[in-house]
């Protein structure tokens, strides 16, 4: 099993360090919610709900975001450049380092 590091900064401003598998189909969310931090996830990671918003702070190069991600975003609070959604970020050997932010909870 390959493991990488992400620090995932929660809504209080404490960092996270955690360990996520990228030999297992997992995706930010996920390891969110394993690391059991307040992500919802209320759509099981279709990119059909924001409750997984986060912002990017490593300058990683990313999957290029979905017109279904975008969409969503769209419709999200608290939209800023850097945010995509947990769900849509699958834990991968080049995201070793990375680091999010949860964005706030909806208004």
Known sequence: MTLINVTIIDREGAEHKVEGPTDMSMNMMELCKSAELPVEGTCGGMAMCASCHCYVESDHDLPEMSDEE????????????????CCQLPLRDELDGLIVRLAPESA
Do not use: G, I, Q, T
């Open 70 to 85: 975008e969409d969503m975003l769209d419709e999200a609070f608290f939209v800023k450049d850097n945010s995509r959604l």
